[in-house]
T-cell receptor, first 115, second 109 residues
Framework: DTEVTQTPKHLVMGMTNKKSLKCEQH?????MYWYKQKAKKPPELMFV???????INESVPSRFSPECPNSSLLNLHLHALQPEDSALYLC??????????????FGSGTQLSVL | KNEVEQSPQNLTAQEGEFITINCSYS?????LHWLQQHPGGGIVSLFM???GKKKHGRLIATINIQEKHSSLHITASHPRDSAVYIC???????????FGTGTRLTIIP
């Protein structure tokens, strides 16, 4: 199994809602990533978990809260988002987080719209 | 100036043509990633290379570390190759990739 599975594929939420994005992989990878991608722009790194510990937070607003319950799962909890947070949210994983010599495996993303 | 520059930004070609996409970077690296993103979002890792050349099917990637330049070639291009191709390099440690702005490729039947 070489898949990274993201749910839901699409999400529409209001600015007062609380929702969560989920990501799952069963490749035994110990590094997992959240990226945000606006239309026609490259992905922007948000968070990196390495061995279930948060290792990088790219100064992301606190309305985004990541969680790594175990080595296979990664969640992104959303609360009080703004319309400008509408984007494609991509999850990725790699063997142990050394992008220098590891292939990244991406999920198909969650297209988020904030109304 | 972006640390990773790609050219061209957009490329339209006829089916069967040989395609070349270029990536130049300004930082010292030990590996470079080529990624493919189809409309609808999913990203696929095509290659990760640190020297020389790699081939997978009709795709060939080359890198020249001294010149800080990499190319992605597609032979016998097909409409299903239409996608955005992105090169990315690890900087500031090993966990973070810096992405190029992507090359939008359209292959016309």
């Amino acid at each position: 199994d070489t898949e990274v599975t993201q749910t839901p594929k699409h999400l529409v939420m209001g600015m007062t809602n609380k929702k969560s994005l989920k990501c799952e992989q069963h490749m035994g990878h110990r590094a997992m990533y959240w990226y945000k991608q606006k239309a026609k722009k490259p992905p922007e790194l948000m968070f990196v978990y390495s061995y279930e510990k948060l290792s990088i937070n790219e100064s992301v607003p606190s309305r985004f809260s990541p969680e790594c319950p175990n080595s296979s799962l990664l969640n992104l909890h959303l609360h009080a988002l703004q319309p400008e947070d509408s984007a494609l949210y991509l999850c990725a994983s790699s063997q142990d987080g050394t992008a220098t010599n590891e292939k990244l495996f991406f999920g198909s993303g969650t297209q988020l719209s904030v109304l | 100036k972006n640390e990773v520059e790609q050219s061209p930004q957009n490329l339209t070609a006829q089916e069967g043509e040989f395609i070349t996409i270029n990536c130049s970077y300004s930082v010292g690296i030990s590996a470079l990633h080529w990624l493919q993103q189809h409309p609808g979002g999913g990203i696929v890792s095509l290659f990760m290379l640190s020297s020389g050349k790699k081939k997978h099917g009709r795709l060939i990637a080359t890198i020249n570390i001294q010149e800080k330049h990499s190319s992605l070639h597609i032979t016998a291009s097909h409409p299903r190759d239409s996608a955005v191709y992105i090169c990315a390099v690890p900087v500031f440690g090993n966990e973070k990739l810096t992405f190029g702005t992507g090359t939008r490729l359209t292959i016309i039947p």
